[in-house]
């Protein structure tokens, strides 16, 4: 099949360019454009986060923290050092200060709630707590479309989601088990999760009891409002991916939402998945549902990352006694990064505006890959491949995409110190990888900071 941008209106279509491609520089000269403040805290807080009893022991460090210090001396030294770096603030005007802190840069925002379920806990697994987190996902879709008025590089507006912040752990084991048995049942397809959403009808299925049926109905009802609230408001929704032993069950609710919400006269695919590289089976599943999607007719969106759950996963199967699911080694994850980003990638160029990747990598030969594939195929630097870092990380690369007119998106969680402070811990305890890959980072920091404190080669940041 001929890449379909030739037939696009002007202002998506794009082909090589005439001087041919040009590799970014990754080596942090675009540091400039920040303050030497900013430099000395993003150096101080990644050296703090690559230390691993800090890591492993963040939340009883926290607690004697408070006890020691008190709430607010304990509270100010967050707010001036890892929650600075890593949330964008707690109230919206404080979100929106940070996000036109980051569109002044070319950058642009990915809004999460931060929510932790806690499965033991009858506060945070109740009806009540996945009402209140409605809520919030709720106003997170309308805040992300309200930072559009803010004066900075347009494009699509994106959110996260978090699924099990709105359907119970629980339950998606459940479906999961059920999804999983040879010849499950078609009770359970996407076209009839989506019909039970749009209708609100009741649904009844036979795996589940008369309670979970009820909870599979509310978390059907939650996720339809957020969606079609996000459609209202021109917000995408890309779906967080999470564990192994809770995945089908998502893919599931996704796909429903999808066959809802991703459909030709939509506009593109509103809700996205997430697909995690150091899974054995990512390529291939991948590859079936970009096929299935075409097949379908449906808009297609994905996130693509190397997954953030390697130790938990491994320890998972040889409790079980099962196959491990993950690629044997670090070298293995990136051979399958390579082949999911081409795949998409490939995908894009065929599908045009119907297939939307995010490359969501702090990986910088990904990022070249990436550009450099983007260039051969004639993708639009601002067109359906976008990417994505963590706020606080990895700027040196965000950064450099942005100058160079690439869509890059920033993900920022926001709240109160003890709504985001957990979450911060636990990310990083799911993210050790990402943090000790952070040397090359810290190193870039030192270089830069050097350079001003001794006066070489100084550059007033813009």
């Known amino acids: 099949m001929e890449p379909v941008w030739n037939s696009l209106p002007l202002s998506l279509s794009a082909g090589p360019s005439t001087g041919g491609w040009q590799a970014l520089n990754f080596d942090g000269g675009a540091f400039h454009l920040k303050g030497t403040g900013e430099l000395t805290r993003a150096l101080l807080v990644l050296r703090l986060c690559a230390w691993p009893p800090l890591v492993t022991h963040g939340l009883a460090l926290q607690a004697w923290s408070q006890r020691l210090l008190g709430s607010r001396l304990s509270g100010a030294l967050l707010r001036a050092s890892v929650y600075g770096q890593f949330v964008a603030g707690e109230t919206a005007e404080e979100v929106r200060g940070c996000v036109r802190q980051l569109q002044a840069l070319g950058l642009r925002p990915l809004l999460a709630v931060p929510t932790e379920e806690e499965p033991d806990s009858a506060v945070k697994t109740g009806e009540a707590w996945y009402e209140g987190n409605l809520s919030a996902m ?117 796909d429903a939402l999808a066959v809802r919400w991703n459909s030709p006269g939509e506009g593109g695919p509103w809700v996205w998945n997430t697909y995690q590289a150091y899974l054995q089976d990512t390529h291939e599943r991948l590859r ?53 980003l081409e795949l998409m990638l490939t995908h894009v160029s065929h599908r045009g505006p119907m297939c939307h990747l995010m490359v969501a990598s702090h990986n910088e030969e990904s990022v070249l890959q990436a550009t450099k594939r983007m260039w051969e195929l004639g993708i639009p630097l601002d067109g359906p ?70 006066g070489r080669g100084l550059r007033a940041p813009h």
Request: net charge positive; hydrophobic share 40%.
């Open 288 to 340: 079936l549902a970009a096929e299935a999607a075409d097949r379908a007719g449906l808009a297609f969106g994905v996130k693509l990352v190397r997954g953030a759950y390697l130790d938990k996963e491994r320890a998972t199967a040889r409790h079980q006694g099962t196959e491990d699911p993950t690629q044997p080694d670090y070298e293995a994850t990136n051979r399958s990064y390579s082949r999911c």
């Open 138 to 254: 709720l106003r997170c879709v309308d805040l992300s479309r309200g930072l559009l008025e803010t004066p900075g590089p347009t494009g699509n507006i994106l959110m996260q989601l978090k699924v099990t912040a709105l359907t119970s752990t629980r339950l998606c084991k459940e479906l999961t088990t059920w999804i999983r048995r040879p010849g499950a049942s078609l009770e359970l397809s996407p076209e009839r999760l989506a019909e039970a959403m749009d209708s609100g009808q009741d649904l009844q299925v036979s795996c589940l009891n008369a309670e979970q049926n009820r909870h599979l109905q509310a978390s059907l009802g939650r996720l339809h409002r957020v969606v079609q609230h996000a459609r209202a408001q021109h917000v995408r929704l890309l779906v967080d991916a999470e564990y192994t032993f809770l995945n089908p069950a998502l893919s599931l609710l996704v």
């Open 385 to 454: 491949v976008c990417f994505g870092q963590l706020l606080g990380m990895c700027d040196h690369v965000s950064l450099a995409l942005g100058q160079a007119g690439y869509a890059v998106y920033k993900s920022i969680p926001y709240g109160s110190l003890e709504e985001v402070i957990p979450y911060l811990i636990r990310r990083a305890q799911e993210n050790r990888s990402v943090l000790h890959g952070a040397r090359r980072e810290q190193k870039l920091l030192s270089q830069e900071l050097r350079r001003r404190l001794l």
